[in-house]
């Protein structure tokens, strides 16, 4: 007797970040304008962006939330434009590191949650593109990251510690810290998955002298794309604008 087994190989996280960030493109339309977020899975819906530019012949133009989005989108063909005071957007399209129930998400793991959220919040929604593994029941297992003014950093790590339950580190270290595209360093901190109540921690945080933006998007993101081994998902908050 002859057994045949057959091996279903299930998606790598890679492959799923593909799947999640092509996805999310069926929110793109013709005629839009368009924030790029920034971190490996948006890098899919760049990269898909692009391809309908050139294949369906879709007009948009894409604001970066980053110089190395900016880069690829440039090279990809994808017509950009800089963010100004008065810009408004139709669409952002960014990944994240963790979101919750509420929408509420932690980013700023690739260090440009600055740009990032000017760009949201400058834009009529966002669409967030995760893996599975960025789902969480209460923000705070990622260490939150804070950019900070690179001069006042020690002073804002000092009063950031009170507050923060877990470590407090510059992101690189004080040999060669991490430095971001608006010339800041990120404070990462720890507070555990204790993050109930984002909208006032983010308001606390935000009052420290030297604090530039808090890595808290609270009540921006109206939907998620989720891709996950079994399939795609697409979690819409009911109170939106999606
Ligand atoms: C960059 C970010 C990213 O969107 C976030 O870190 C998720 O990235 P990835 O898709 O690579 O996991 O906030 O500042």
Known sequence: MHVLFIVRRMPGVEQLKEQAGIAA???VSDG??????????VRYSIIEIARMIKQEGIDVVGVPTSEDTRQLA???????SPIEASTSLDLTIDGADEFDPNFDLIKGGGGALTKEKIVANASN????????????????????PIEVDSILWEDVRDDISPICPGEVSLRGGDEEPYITDNHGFILDCSFGPSISDPESLEREISEITGVVEVGLFVGICDAVVMASNEGIETLVKPSGRL
Not at 32 to 41: D, E, K, P, R, V
Not at 75 to 80: F, K, Q, S, T, V
């Open 25 to 27: 493109c069926r929110f």
């Open 32 to 41: 839009m304008s368009l924030g790029l977020g920034t971190g490996s899975t």
């Open 74 to 80: 440039e090279h990809l063909g994808i017509p950009l």
């Open 125 to 144: 929604s966002m669409v967030v593109v995760v893996d599975e593994t960025k789902q969480v029941s209460t923000l705070g297992e990622f260490d939150l």
